[in-house]
């Protein structure tokens, strides 16, 4: 009699922990089951051309429209230390530039290699801001270069008597800053303003008889 009493003891205990534990299982389900759900078939995508947040005005997000876009008004900017090339030309992050509005005598002609310590001389130790304008006739980049105090590397060069206004490009900004000489000293750059390619050809053909006499 005692061995049934046990039995059918320990059946109820089994039964009631197994009850126990659907309604746990329940209680879970209702924790994380979503209030609410909504079926697939209605949720559309989003047009993100057009999605804009909630706290946005009307019109602060318009489709893009060619007709009124408008360029950045600004010049692109390189900022850098330079190797300089030569009196007008030198090198800011692997670009090469020329500087705005002045012709400075080639490396070969008289005063060229003055011209090219000079602007060495201005740009060392500095970090030089140029205001990328345009590109030459020979894929340079043309560039209004200022020192950190300001100072427009142009408008130095030409000071320094080792640099000319080119008025076809600088619109004769920079003309009363040449010192009294300076187109004799450099007639080459001169010349060539003027279209006076030959007389380089001559001062070229004199240049290499003098180099094979040597």
Known sequence: MEFVIVVFGVIWLLGYAYRGSKKAGRRIDRQFKPRHSTPTETLRPIDIRYAKPAHAEKGDFEPFDAKTAKPLPEHP???????????????IQKTQVRLFGVDAPEINHPYGIRAKQKLW?????????????????????VARCTLPDGRDLSAEMVKAGLALDWAKFSGGIYRDLEV?????????????????????DRFDAKQKAGGAKQ
Request: aromatic share 8%; glycine share 8%.
């Open 180 to 200: 009294p000489d300076a187109r004799r000293k450099m007639w080459l750059a001169d010349a060539r303003q003027k279209g006076r390619m030959d007389v380089w």
């Open 77 to 91: 900017v390189i900022f850098g230390a330079v190797y300089v090339i030569d009196g007008d030309s030198l090198i």
């Open 121 to 141: 001389a201005l740009c060392k130790n500095h970090s030089i801001r140029a205001e990328v304008l345009t590109t030459d006739a020979h894929g340079r980049t």
